[in-house]
């Protein structure tokens, strides 16, 4: 049975950092990509950064420069660094698993699995 679950959410002002883990069960993380989506209230959930099976990344141009995405494959655990953050950057962070490919196409559509979220809200 494939689980994520996300923690390290919060509440920050402008300019602070977070780092979001995803503790992923029932699958072999590695093998796969695996990324990062958020949603804002009344908009479209979106690609954030993503990670394949070969430890390659793709980030959103906005976060580029800002945010990290990494990997334990010891841990079977997927981490974001959000540095410099804005207030744009406020949504819902969804941890996410395409068990078919281990290159990443940053389409929410193809990702089977995803996590519960965690709430990101950044302050002017």
């Known amino acids: 049975q494939v689980q994520l679950a996300e923690s390290g959410g919060g509440s920050v002002q402008a300019g602070g950092s977070l780092r979001l883990s995803c503790a992923a069960s029932g699958y072999n993380p590695s093998s796969y990509c695996m990324g990062w989506f958020r949603q804002a209230p009344g908009k479209e959930r979106t690609g954030v950064a993503f990670i394949d099976s070969d430890g390659r990344t793709m980030y959103a141009d906005s976060v580029k420069g800002r945010f990290t995405i990494s990997k334990d494959n010891a841990k079977n655990t997927l981490y974001l660094q959000m540095s410099s953050l804005k207030p744009e950057d406020t949504a819902m962070y969804y941890c996410?698993?395409?068990?078919?490919?281990?290159?990443?196409?940053?389409?929410?559509?193809?990702?089977?699995?995803w996590g519960q979220g965690t709430q990101v809200t950044v302050s002017s």
């Open positions: 996410a698993a395409d068990l078919i490919r281990p290159y990443c196409v940053a389409s929410a559509s193809l990702f089977g699995y």
